[in-house]
């Protein structure tokens, strides 16, 4: 308790565009090493690079949608730095006059509300990637992704915890699907993650020297990687030692930080104005273009399926982080009762989807016979039981809900008449049980309802089941 640590994010996003930030070969994910990388890519002699203008409205809407100033004008700059998979030599990015400066992502990492300033959000271009995995004693290079359009986000070093670092990084993906400027796919690459941690005396404002945790791509491995990293810098300084400016890698295996290479400063890399791209002027026309784009975020979304619709805050957050479960779950609670939608969202349908290794956007049972099917449990027509057993059919035969419970006798059992002639028998049947429960066992109330189940194929309606058996059972 006598540290606190000082986190800052550096989060590549990649955009969704279909080709490259400054040419037109494809960027799509997955394809054969080295056939989606063009002269300009390669900074091949007389080739000339041209602005994605898709990359760029995508930059603009996000920094709409995180309240941050828009640059009227913004430059490209050259990022000079040699690695095998770099072959131009230098970075086209964004240093002196990026296209958004300022705003915030407001996170919630199990406590209030926390709003973490965001110092810049620039564009730049990707590099190739190195392979050494499956070259023995030699890397190979895939220059696919060189050229790829990034967003970079930066934010300011206001995250006291791995977990508040996790939070933000979470909040930021659900923005970047939500903006449809990036599909998030962590296991792809599409989002990822350079950590600046460095911890200090509690009570002290002067900064601690910072290493930079290089290439975090998923909630877990942010966390446990920042955690790690914050230890073994209390541990380097309460031994005595100093902390070094270094960049590190995290070994998932291991659970643990290890040095890479002395981390470099800006003016390592001679930042200068790229010659050739002319400085860009962000139009009015262009601003509403992008401003049109921003949906109802999250946040908000979130707000309002609790203010509205009576759900927790779990509930909201978890129906309301992608925006295709959102889809599915409003268009299902705007036909039946929000709080089952929930309840059968985050249940029934969670279960099945991660049984079949679904995603919510190819559910099979759609979102109109899920509605349907909540109704009718609504109405008493069908018990929950049997609901669960209509939507297994929906889920691996399709169909109707109505045509089912038609076809199948699936009819909730509520006659009175016939509940009361099989309570009756179900009592009989359990005369100790029945002694035991007028003595003042009053769970085996439990046990009467289950054989009322039972003996009724599950279609009974319980709560009349429950009020006939408590009938029956005190009055003998």
Known sequence: MDWESVIGLEVHIQLATRSKIFSGAGAAFGAEPNTQACGVDLGLPGTLPVLNREALRMALTFGLAIEAEIASECRFDRKN??????????????FEAPVVKGGAIVISAGEAEQRIGITRAHLEEDAGKSLHEDY???????????????????????????????????????????????????????????????????????????????????????????????????????GGGEVSRETRLYDAERDETRPMRGKELSDDYRYFPDPDLL??????????????????????????????????????WQLAEEPSMAAYFEAVAGAAPPRRAAHWMMDQVAAALNR??????????????????????????????????????????????????????????????????????????????????RDGKAKLLGFFVGQVMQATAGKADPKQANALLLKALQDP
Request: proline fraction near 4%.
């Open 356 to 437: 079949s290794g679904l995603d919510i956007a190819v559910c099979p049972v759609p979102a109109a016979q899920l509605a349907q099917l909540l109704q009718r449990i609504e109405d008493g027509v069908v018990s929950g039981k049997i609901a669960a057993t209509i939507f297994e059919v929906l889920w691996n035969e399709g169909g109707d809900v109505d045509a089912i419970i038609a076809e199948r006798g699936l009819r909730q059992l509520s006659d009175a008449d016939a509940l009361t002639g099989i309570v009756a028998q179900v009592v009989a049947a359990h005369p100790g049980q029945a002694q035991q429960f």
């Open 81 to 94: 730095y040699f690695y095998p998979d770099l072959p131009k030599g230098y970075q086209i990015s964004q």
């Open 136 to 238: 023995a004693g030699m890397t190979g290079i895939d220059l696919n992704r060189a050229g790829t359009p990034l967003l970079e986000v930066v934010s300011e070093p206001e995250l006291r915890s791995a977990a508040q670092a996790a939070a933000f990084f979470r909040e930021l993906r659900a923005l970047a699907r939500y903006l449809r400027i990036s599909d998030g796919n962590l296991n792809e690459g599409s989002m990822r993650c350079d950590a600046n941690v460095s911890v200090r005396r509690r009570g002290a404002t002067a900064l601690g020297e910072r290493t930079e945790v290089k290439n975090l791509n998923s909630f877990r491995f942010i966390e446990r990687a920042i955690r790690h990293e914050i230890a073994r810098q209390i541990d380097v300084l309460e």
């Open 279 to 316: 400085p860009v002027r962000i139009t009015e026309a262009l601003l509403a273009e992008a401003r049109a784009q921003v949906p109802e975020l999250p946040r908000a979304k979130r707000r309002r399926y609790q203010e509205t619709l009576g759900l927790s805050a779990a509930e909201a």
